[in-house]
T-cell receptor, first 112, second 113 residues
Framework: EAGVTQSPTHLIKTRGQQATLRCSPI?????VYWYQQALGLGLQFLLW???????NRGNFPPRFSGRQFPNYSSELNVNALELEDSALYLC???????????FGPGTRLTVL | DAKTTQPPSMDCAEGRAANLPCNHS???????VYWYRQIHSQGPQYIIH???NNETNEMASLIITEDRKSSTLILPHATLRDTAVYYC??????????????FGGGTRLMVKP
């Protein structure tokens, strides 16, 4: 069974640009979660999508947004990039809200 | 979700059991204990979870005290590949708040030859 996949592996942007990160959940999983892991700050919850709807978001500004497609894959968009957005962005999926999450390998975003 | 306390780091000799403690003294009756680990720069990996009974799977064992205020993750025969940061997370398994995980600092386990 294929795991959670994320693309791209690495992304380099400059301040003020927009970044789009993609996630494909495990087949059959309907919930997708996004986390940010900045250096020295640990893993922080960003967004949760389930059945195409945003269900919850963490303490991040509105320039962090995303969506979930009918095939349950998801995009994370970060607008007006700031240097502090440099981090490893992790996507996780679960079959429903009651079960454990399975993480992808992450996208490393570097903002110059 | 209840807060957890873990030692920041631990060492273990290869082939020996690694016992990673976690305190969660404010845990509620409907909160589960989850363990994940993160090998350097990779996504976290689910290990095991439990409510009140001890649990065992192919990766590890989870021992939860009777009062549920603490737990121990046991890797029975640690290998060098078990070197990672181990996170103990306590959360409600159901509810509209969703499934999101609140990660603390974790324990950095170093398995040494």
């Amino acid at each position: 069974e294929a795991g959670v996949t994320q693309s791209p592996t690495h992304l380099i942007k400059t301040r003020g640009q927009q970044a789009t990160l993609r996630c494909s959940p495990i087949s059959g999983h309907t919930s997708v979660y996004w986390y940010q892991q900045a250096l020295g700050l640990g893993l922080q919850f960003l967004l949760w999508y389930d059945e195409g709807e945003e269900r919850n978001r963490g303490n991040f500004p509105p320039r962090f947004s995303g969506r979930q497609f009918p095939n349950y894959s998801s995009e994370l968009n970060v607008n007006a990039l700031e240097l502090e957005d440099s981090a490893l962005y992790l996507c996780a999926s679960s079959p429903d809200v009651h079960n454990e999450q399975f993480f992808g390998p992450g996208t490393r975003l570097t903002v110059l | 979700d209840a807060k957890t306390t873990q030692p920041p780091s631990m060492d273990c000799a290869e082939g020996r059991a690694a016992n990673l403690p976690c305190n969660h003294s404010t845990i509620s009756g409907n909160e589960y204990v989850y363990w994940y680990r993160q090998i350097h720069s990779q996504g976290p990996q689910y290990i095991i979870h439990g409510l009140k009974n001890n649990e065992t799977n192919e990766m590890a064992s989870l021992i939860i005290t009777e009062d549920r205020k603490s737990s121990t993750l046991i890797l029975p025969h640690a290998t060098l590949r078990d070197t990672a940061v181990y996170y103990c997370i306590v959360r409600v398994a159901v509810g509209n708040a969703g499934n999101m995980l609140t990660f603390g600092g974790g324990t950095r386990l170093m398995v040494k030859p």
